[in-house]
């Protein structure tokens, strides 16, 4: 019997890379029942860990079961590792992958490519209940 637990997020994409992670681990990964009408977790974190906490435990307080959420994003490090948590946002809050990248591409245009250096961070919490596990 697989242990279930709830992706705290409705981009499809993350769901998709997270089922097939958890492939052959006995582990069935499931969107967070509801998920679409709950109030959203306003990610006013200062790092990547304070808001997949904030996250996890947040939405673990609408179900019995393990809930798990991520934030993520680019480090550049031209951009003094920018933009780093606004990832997402980084163009506007309603911006789209496309108009973020456009954005991080026009404030890098002219700098020397040593300094074009980058890396992603994905930090995942866990939650249950209201705790973080």
Same mark, same amino acid.
């Given at each position: 019997?697989?242990?279930?637990?709830?992706?705290?997020?409705?981009?499809?994409?993350?769901?998709? *890379?997270?089922?097939? +992670?958890?492939?052959?681990?006995?582990?069935?990964?499931?969107?967070?029942?509801?998920? *679409?009408? @709950?109030?959203?977790?306003?990610?006013?974190?200062?790092?990547?860990?304070?808001?997949?906490?904030?996250?996890?435990?947040?939405?673990?307080?609408?179900? &019995?079961?393990?809930?798990?959420? &991520?934030?993520?994003?680019?480090?550049?490090?031209?951009?003094?590792? /920018?933009? /780093?948590?606004?990832?997402?946002?980084?163009? /506007?809050? *309603? +911006? &789209?992958?496309?108009?973020?990248?456009?954005? @991080?591409?026009? *404030?890098?245009?002219?700098?020397?490519?040593?300094?074009?250096?980058?890396?992603?961070?994905?930090?995942?919490? @866990?939650?249950?209940? /209201?705790?973080?596990?």
């Amino acid at each position: 019997m697989a242990l279930t637990v709830y992706l705290a997020s409705t981009n499809s994409g993350k769901l998709r *890379e997270f089922r097939h +992670a958890a492939e052959g681990r006995g582990i069935e990964v499931e969107l967070l029942p509801g998920i *679409e009408n @709950l109030p959203v977790c306003i990610e006013d974190g200062h790092t990547f860990e304070e808001n997949a906490c904030k996250k996890a435990l947040y939405y673990s307080e609408w179900t &019995d079961g393990m809930v798990f959420a &991520d934030d993520s994003g680019l480090c550049v490090d031209a951009l003094r590792s /920018g933009p /780093g948590i606004f990832s997402a946002r980084y163009a /506007g809050p *309603e +911006a &789209d992958d496309e108009a973020n990248n456009q954005k @991080l591409l026009l *404030e890098l245009a002219g700098g020397p490519p040593s300094k074009r250096t980058d890396h992603y961070v994905c930090i995942i919490a @866990l939650g249950q209940r /209201g705790k973080v596990l």
